[in-house]
């Protein structure tokens, strides 16, 4: 989990077109084809509007000079949840269909619908879709450039920006930590979850004791910061908030913007207006 934590944030410190771009652009623009997305009703015209919005973002990706394979193998860790909410539709009739056909039986009178397995097909294109943004926009954005970008937005109140920020900054910092004491623990030749050949009861203990050593040490250092910014006057109920400085957008963003988020939207509505 550790691994997973920087392989994120890894790829999203390059350099191309998309990485450059000011982060609310990437923010609105996964924001509004996800809202499409969802808000298109539940027909076979999701099929030819995820299309079209796959093919965006297909081609963001490419600007954005990533390999393909760290598209799949963030994919390949969120689609298996997805896949299990998809797969139990095939054997419920929903209400966006009258009448149903069976397809298969199988044991215990349990029967597989063809109008649930296009609805469960549509969920996963919905599905697929949405997740492919998010994947995009956490490839190409730090974390605090998402949250600054949330702040310049206006979205979150003003202390929930500054616990992101803060929960962001010492995110790393205990996990350096947490990776230094499973190092002094390989070095001795232990590892409390996975050593079999030590007692049960054992390896519970010292692995409770090292999630209770990293609690504590976080609980020192929040104190530290605390006493830290009460010394410089920079912490108070009244103006506690993450500064977030002022940034416009450039000439070539803004036309970047209108031009994506105006073909998100007119794909989505004449998809929707056709017969």
Known sequence: MIDDLYFIEKYAYRTSIVHRLDARIKLLIALAAIVAMVAMPYSTSVYELGAVLFVLFALLWAASRLPPTVYLKRLALILPFGIFLVGFQVF??????????TIATLPFGIEVYAESVEFASILLV????????IILLSSTTKMQDMIEAAGRLGLPPREFTLTLAMMVRYLFVFAEMFTRIRTA??????????DRTLPYRYRLHQLGYTVGTIFIRSYE??????????CRGGYGGANAGL???KKPLRTRETVLFIATLGFIVLSAVLIYVQP
């Not at 623990?185 to 996975?194: I, K, V």
Request: net charge positive; charged share 20%; with cysteine.
């Open 243 to 245: 500064y977030v400085k």
């Open 92 to 101: 419920v009739k929903n209400p966006y269909y009258d009448i149903f056909h």
């Open 126 to 133: 919905k599905f697929v879709v949405s997740v492919s943004f």
């Open 185 to 194: 623990m390989a070095t001795r030749c232990f590892d409390p979850p996975l």
């Open 221 to 230: 250092q929040g104190e530290r910061t605390y006493t830290s910014m009460l």
